[in-house]
């Protein structure tokens, strides 16, 4: 797909079944686009949807100028589709928001003005979420628990589920994502480095088409996406330090009781001191003897998998040719 003319601006949506709502979109897209006063392009990634979502793309992209329309052969879901977007995104700020209309577009400038002031991210805040009641207070519990996991705080980021986003492109083009990632990308944009903040923004009830998630199920993969997250934030550069601490730690264990076990075989060759120190030790000896070297088995097995995971980084790295480091800017003095 061929870029227009290389835009400042690129707005990025992910639409899965929303005919009813791609008249209106498009409309008002437009229009609080132009009042932004930049260049700027819209990427519409139909998500291989099973109604007449493309022929109503197909004609707003004949409506509207600077849309570009990208369609999926099937439903590979919200990620792909967003990163569908992000790699074909020629401007310098690329926002990103949902089809359905929940997020107004006429939000984008206040999230660009934001980002004039310095950041690299800026985040929607849904401060009056217009959901269900149990949907927003799982929302508020899960935000909770994702600050702390990835060490982003309550004046970076509230609210990891508000699809309206501004990302700065030098930032967003370095972030791949997997699974369903898109909600974790701010926690992702952090590690490049990238300066996060968030702006209170509108948010709309759905007035067509469906939710595209059970809450059942988008739970349980946003506790489990949370793993990989961790594991890719903290520890992606060195595994060892990871599995190692376990291993040295179960390992300590072992070698404590063993210590143990050996000292109060000492102190039975004493009969005298043993009567007091070897009746309040060690009852069940087989339980003492076995536990250490299970324990000092396990230990090793957790550091021979830190040194597979550290062969494994090595592979994740050199063959994609991911840096381990991101620059902000250079610079080199005159000659
Ligand atoms: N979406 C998508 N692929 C999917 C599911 C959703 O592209 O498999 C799009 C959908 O069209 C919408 C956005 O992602 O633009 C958010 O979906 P939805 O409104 O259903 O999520 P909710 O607001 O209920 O969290
Ligand atoms: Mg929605």
Known sequence: ??????????????????????????????????????????????????????????????????????????????????AAGFDAACGDIVVTLDADLQNPPEEIPVLLAKMDEGYDVVSGWRKNRQDEASRTIISRQANRILRILTDITEDE????????????????KQVHLYGEMHRFVPALCKRVGARIADVPVQHAARTAGKSKYRISTRTLHVFLDLFTLRCLLFHATSPIHFFGKFGIQLASIGFAMLAFVGLEWLVSLFPHCGAWFGATLLVKRSF????????????????????????????????????????????????
Request: net charge positive; glycine share 4%; hydrophobic share 45%.
């Open 157 to 172: 980021v509230h609210d990891f589920g508000c699809s309206l986003k501004a990302y700065r492109a030098d930032v967003i």
């Open 288 to 335: 003492w003897i076995i536990t250490p070297f299970m324990l000092i088995g396990f230990a090793l097995q957790f550091i021979l998998l830190g040194l597979i995971a550290e062969l494994q980084i090595r592979t994740y790295h050199e063959t994609q040719r991911k840096p381990i480091y991101h620059v902000r800017e250079t610079f080199d003095s005159p000659r």
């Open 1 to 82: 797909m061929k870029a227009i003319s290389a835009p400042s601006l690129s707005v990025v949506l992910p639409v899965y079944n929303e005919e009813p709502n791609v008249p209106a979109l498009a409309q008002r897209l437009d229009s609080a686009l132009r009042s932004c006063g930049r260049t700027y392009e819209v990427i519409l990634v139909d998500d291989g949807s099973s109604d007449a979502t493309w022929p109503a793309l197909l004609l707003a992209a004949r409506t509207y100028p600077c849309f570009r329309l990208i369609r999926f052969r099937r439903n590979f879901g919200q990620t792909a589709a967003m």
